[in-house]
């Protein structure tokens, strides 16, 4: 079964304290490893795939990484709009096919203070 | 672009009640998913359309959900009786579909949070 662990479950930050969320997964077969944002209220929102491990995709503040075992979300100088719960995913392949749904983790929820 | 839509938002039902959940996917996205959340858990898969067809739906949790997706467009779920333990916010994501079913990066809804008392 399909497995992915967050950690940590909460963090707090100053605005422009550099931090890195982790996700560690367990799958048979990884097609891909997704990470979202998710506001209160609203639906997750994406962020990065990454497909095989080396990879590392950025954007703004972001930059997510991708091993054989985990991820991270690596957040620079973040500032109070950053603030949000960080949903980390895989996307599975077994015997040869590759499933669509996502095995989500628990989230980390991330504050940011001014 | 219109983004996944939702209906309703919000449901308060009775135990034993009937609810039906809707969700428009982004137009032209063979592959429509339902999740759910409840309360302190993770998101978890309930059932993968790729247009019509039900590609998976090993995540339904027992015979009182039904879903279903017309002519490949719009989907709803039913939950018929409703039970306490049903409670939580069901969110739809569609994505552009490819072979077997998977896909790029899904697109989620605002979720509807159903309430049952």
């Known amino acids: 079964e399909d497995q992915v662990t967050q950690s940590p479950e909460a963090l707090r930050l100053q605005e422009g304290e550099s931090s890195s969320l982790n996700c560690s997964y367990t799958v048979s077969g990884l097609r891909g490893l997704f990470w979202y944002r998710q506001d209160p209220g609203k639906g997750p929102e994406f962020l990065f795939t990454?497909?095989?491990a080396g990879e590392e995709k950025e954007k703004e503040r972001l930059k997510a990484t991708l091993t054989k075992k985990e991820s991270f979300l690596h957040i620079t100088a973040p500032k109070p709009e950053d603030s949000a719960t960080y949903l980390c995913a895989v996307q599975a392949i077994r015997g040869g096919t590759s499933y669509g749904k996502l095995t989500f983790g628990q989230g980390t929820i991330l504050t940011v203070h001014p | 672009e219109a983004g996944v839509t939702q209906f309703p938002s919000h449901s308060v039902i009775e135990k034993g009640q009937t609810v039906t959940l809707r969700c428009d996917p982004i137009s032209g996205h063979d592959n429509l998913y339902w999740y759910r959340r409840v309360m302190g858990k993770e998101i978890k898969f309930l059932l993968h359309?790729?247009?019509?067809?039900?590609?998976?739906e090993s995540g339904m949790p027992n015979n009182r959900f039904l879903a279903e997706r017309t002519g490949g467009t719009y989907s709803t779920l039913k939950v018929q009786p409703a039970e306490l333990e049903d409670s939580g916010v069901y969110f739809c994501?569609?994505?552009?579909?490819?072979?077997?079913?998977?896909?790029?990066?899904?697109?989620f809804g605002q979720g509807t949070r159903l309430t049952v008392v």
């Open positions: 994501a569609s994505s552009q579909g490819v072979f077997q079913g998977w896909g790029t990066e899904a697109f």
């Open positions: 359309f790729v247009k019509e067809s039900k590609q998976d």
């Open positions: 990454l497909y095989s």
